[in-house]
């Protein structure tokens, strides 16, 4: 959100952070409509997850 701030280009910001455009709009709708706590991953559909976030973090 921070390379957002000073650009309002979608596109740039994708190529500077290696993601696509479509990514970084959603993260922007996401922080608009619920800030911070938007952020956060939300739930996916599909198999349960098998490696918790504290496994991933450690």
């Known amino acids: 959100m921070l390379a957002c701030e000073c650009e309002p280009s979608n596109a740039v910001v994708a190529t500077r952070l290696g993601v696509g455009p479509h990514t970084i709009g959603k993260w922007r709708n996401r922080f608009i409509a619920n800030r911070i706590e938007g952020l956060y991953d939300e ?4 198999r349960p997850r098998t490696i918790e976030d504290e496994a991933v973090a450690g």
């Open 43 to 46: 739930m996916r559909t599909g």
